[in-house]
């Protein structure tokens, strides 16, 4: 009976620390998941990230081929690796650098992460191009030449862009496959140089209308685009004297499963408008939120696809990069929107050498920002009425020479009672006054051709007023008919 016992209590202690045992290993399992599903969220997963590393013919025979499938996994490994290391630079923590990290390289990125904690630095790999120098037989290790195209700044406040570069940088980069997957295991940086950023000079005289079709603005446009309405449209903004037209490519229409049919979309838009006569600004990254350093390279990938489209078409006047990018300062970091404004211009003149850059700044206080580095410059004024003239002044007497546009102007014909906050009046009115004011620019585009029966509160906000107000824009009513604006505007257009 004692036996007996006793085997009992052996038993159940056996039993307790084997239960222990496994809830400590499922503990662990489940810690790892965590972390798995962090670096997932924090590296915001694009569907064509593989793509992103290009690659070249061997240097010699390898000992075992590189598979199309190989050269997947490896190329994943090789850019995950680079926005594993920014997402740690910015958050601080090395947890997930384990994940495409290890030996030489690991100990390298800790030592990176711990120096941008303390100086500001950081350091993003945009691009990448392979060629493969040797592969085990036994398909463990794995070597190639690496180019890379890259930007580094450093920040210590936040707010400051204490330096900037962006180089292309070649060097030889080492991966191992372990049990998890590749990893990288060295890199060794051969070589070093700076970008070119040559200017391009634009020169004209642009009267135009910012432009979405009625039903689908903001993020409908590019999904639902209808090349019918598209050429109903254009043929009101040229019966309106216009010359130019400005759209909006939002990014994430250009990447992923849509990106073929979005970019067909485009190169119908844009000869549609060169058969109008009309000239285009397209206006890139539109309703981006997102400026964390692992989404950099998604976003030259986006530069890579569409700024070839746009520098071949004879339509396209010069590029907007940004829309309003000064209000997202405050949320993101000014010095942070900065470094990328800068690494999406240097990107911007490799995919287009031949077509002028702006950025559309919402103020005329921010639209000396970057001068020196773009090639026209313009900005929004919604500012009152009685001092667009001296804003319009100021900017152009803080720039040395460069064409000065103002890319958005526009008035509401909401109203509540008796005028008030606005009325069709009132539109035609304050319209014309600000046209008159602006003379001396070189160009000015209205906002908008359209009243907008439905309005994208992901846009605006959920306020039903100023939903009200962003819906009653347009120069033309939701029935197609003009507001007097329309013929104010038709007035001051041909007058010249």
Same mark, same amino acid.
């Given at each position: ?65 590189? &598979?199309? !499938?190989?050269? *997947?996994? %490896?190329?994943?490994? =090789?850019? @995950? ?6 997402? $740690?630079? #910015? ?73 900037? &570069?962006? !180089?292309?940088? *070649?060097? %030889?980069?080492?991966? =191992?496959? @372990? ?6 295991? $060295?890199? #060794? ?308």
């Amino acid at each position: 009976m004692i036996y007996r016992s006793l085997f009992a209590v052996i038993f159940l202690a056996v039993a307790a620390f084997v239960l222990w045992g496994a809830a400590s290993a499922f503990e662990v399992a489940q810690e790892r998941q965590v972390t798995y599903r962090y670096i997932a969220s924090a590296l915001t997963p694009a569907p064509e990230r593989d793509t992103l590393v290009t690659w070249e013919e061997p240097v010699q025979t390898l000992v075992r081929s590189l &598979t199309e !499938s190989d050269a *997947k996994l %490896i190329g994943k490994a =090789l850019v @995950e690796a680079w926005q594993i290391l920014a997402v $740690s630079q #910015e958050s601080g923590t090395t947890d997930i650098l384990a994940d495409r990290f290890t030996g030489v390289a690991s100990k390298r990125a800790e030592q990176s992460v711990s120096d941008a904690t303390l100086y500001g630095g950081r350091m993003i790999v945009l691009k990448q191009t392979a060629k493969p120098v040797f592969f085990h037989k036994d398909g463990s290790l794995f070597q190639a030449e690496v180019e890379m195209i890259v930007a580094r700044y450093l920040s210590k406040n936040g707010e400051d862009l204490d330096t900037f &570069t962006i !180089s292309r940088e *070649k060097g %030889i980069a080492t991966l =191992l496959n @372990e049990s998890n997957g590749w990893r990288l295991f $060295s890199y #060794e940086r051969r070589s070093t140089s700076n970008l070119g950023t040559d200017k391009v000079a634009w020169s004209g005289s642009l009267q135009g209308l910012n432009y979405y079709p009625a039903e689908t603005p903001w993020r409908d446009f590019w999904p639902r685009f209808d090349p019918a309405l598209i050429w109903a449209d254009f043929s009101l903004i040229k019966g309106l004297e216009a010359n130019s037209v400005r759209i909006f490519l939002t990014r994430d229409a250009f990447i992923g499963k849509s990106a073929e049919d979005a970019e067909k979309n485009l190169i119908s838009l844009l000869k549609i408008a060169n058969a109008k006569g009309l000239t285009v600004i397209p206006t890139l990254f539109d309703l981006k939120q997102d400026f964390s350093l692992g989404t950099w390279a998604d976003d030259a990938q986006y530069l890579e696809r569409v700024l070839p489209i746009l520098s071949k078409s004879p339509a396209v006047s010069f590029i907007d990069l940004k829309n309003e990018p000064d209000l997202d300062f405050k949320h993101h970091g000014k010095a942070k929107m900065l470094a990328w404004l800068k690494t999406v211009i240097a990107m911007s003149r490799l995919y287009a050498i031949d077509k002028s850059l702006t950025i559309g700044w919402s103020t005329a206080d921010a639209a000396p920002l970057l001068a020196d580095e773009l090639d026209v410059i313009t900005y929004h004024d919604y500012a009152p009425i009685g001092g667009t003239f001296d804003r319009l002044a100021k900017v152009q007497s803080l720039i040395d020479g460069a064409p000065v546009l103002i890319t958005e102007i526009g008035d509401s014909t909401f109203e509540v009672t008796l005028g008030y906050p606005g009325s069709e009046g009132q539109q035609a009115e304050r319209l014309g006054n600000r046209l008159d004011a602006l003379k001396s620019a070189d160009g000015v585009f209205v906002w908008t051709l359209h009243d907008f029966p439905k309005v994208d509160g992901t846009v605006v906000g959920s306020s039903p007023w100023v939903k009200r107000l962003q819906s009653a824009f347009g120069l033309l009513r939701a029935d197609g008919t003009e507001k007097p604006a329309a013929q104010m505007l038709r007035n001051r257009f041909k007058g010249g």
